[in-house]
């Protein structure tokens, strides 16, 4: 049963380029979420994709933005890159809401920003 | 102001010997409380979950505690082994808007020394 799977491992780009990165949830989940997780920081929560909605967000800005498609795997989008948006980025993914749903993260994608 | 703050920072600790990590929260209206490990570069995997009617959970060598009058929660790992050197991540659940949202501490970084 392969687990979450996020795609690339490690990528580097420029200021003001664009990025996209792509994650496949563990089996029989539906719910995809992103985070963003600096250097010696816990993951900042990104938003949060159900039946192919973003169904809740942080407190990023709209240079930021995500897709979840009919398999339920998902894929965020980050234009305009800022030095600041290095880091590691996490997809996690879950049962729809339940109380003590189970999060499963994926290994990331550590972008650098050059 | 949702807050989930972590203690202490660091921890340096000999082999074979028991430490205890330290985690309160002011997040409400709580819904569980989890405790993951996060290896260095990699994401985080999930220890346990605990909601309001638990105060103790273990798995394996760890032991988490709850106390929801307090706000705090504790991480005890018995017998450390060299395996065990990773961030410990405190996240708390609340629901919002009908969602369960989750806010992350910024963990406890544990360093096993032979």
């Given at each position: 049963?392969?687990?979450v799977?996020?795609?690339p491992?490690?990528?580097i780009?420029?200021?003001?380029?664009?990025?996209?990165?792509?994650?496949?949830p563990?089996?029989?989940?539906?719910?995809?979420?992103?985070?963003?997780?600096?250097?010696?920081?816990?993951?900042?929560?990104?938003?949060?994709?159900y039946e192919?909605?973003?169904?809740?967000?942080?407190n990023?800005?709209?240079?930021?933005?995500g897709?979840?498609?009919?398999?339920?795997?998902?894929?965020?989008?980050?234009?305009?890159?800022?030095?600041?948006?290095?880091?590691?980025?996490?997809?996690?993914?879950?049962?729809?809401?339940?109380?003590?749903?189970?999060?499963?993260f994926?290994e990331g994608?550590?972008?650098t920003?050059? | 102001?949702?807050?989930?703050?972590?203690?202490?920072?660091?921890?340096?600790?000999?082999e074979?010997?028991?430490?205890t990590?330290?985690?309160?929260?002011?997040?409400?209206?709580?819904?569980?409380?989890r405790w993951?490990?996060?290896d260095?570069?990699?994401?985080?995997v999930?220890?346990?979950?605990?909601?309001?009617?638990?105060?103790?959970?273990?798995n394996?060598?760890?032991?988490?505690?709850l106390d929801?009058?307090?706000?705090?929660s504790?991480?005890?790992?018995?017998?450390?082994?060299?395996s065990?050197?990773?961030?410990y991540?405190?996240v708390?659940?609340?629901?919002?808007?009908?969602?369960?949202?989750?806010?992350?501490?910024?963990?406890?970084?544990?360093?096993?020394?032979?």
């Amino acid at each position: 049963d392969a687990g979450v799977t996020q795609s690339p491992t490690h990528l580097i780009k420029t200021r003001g380029q664009q990025v996209t990165l792509r994650c496949s949830p563990k089996s029989g989940h539906d719910t995809v979420s992103w985070y963003q997780q600096a250097l010696g920081q816990g993951p900042q929560f990104i938003f949060q994709y159900y039946e192919e909605e973003e169904r809740q967000r942080g407190n990023f800005p709209d240079r930021f933005s995500g897709h979840q498609f009919p398999n339920y795997s998902s894929e965020l989008n980050v234009n305009a890159l800022l030095l600041g948006d290095s880091a590691l980025y996490l997809c996690a993914s879950s049962l729809v809401d339940r109380g003590t749903g189970e999060l499963f993260f994926g290994e990331g994608s550590r972008l650098t920003v050059l | 102001k949702n807050q989930v703050e972590q203690s202490p920072q660091s921890l340096i600790i000999l082999e074979g010997k028991n430490c205890t990590l330290q985690c309160n929260y002011t997040v409400s209206p709580f819904s569980n409380l989890r405790w993951y490990k996060q290896d260095t570069g990699r994401g985080p995997v999930s220890l346990t979950i605990m909601t309001f009617s638990e105060n103790t959970k273990s798995n394996g060598r760890y032991t988490a505690t709850l106390d929801a009058d307090t706000k705090q929660s504790s991480l005890h790992i018995t017998a450390s082994q060299l395996s065990d050197s990773a961030s410990y991540i405190c996240v708390v659940s609340h629901m919002n808007t009908g969602f369960q949202k989750l806010v992350f501490g910024t963990g406890t970084r544990l360093l096993v020394s032979p």
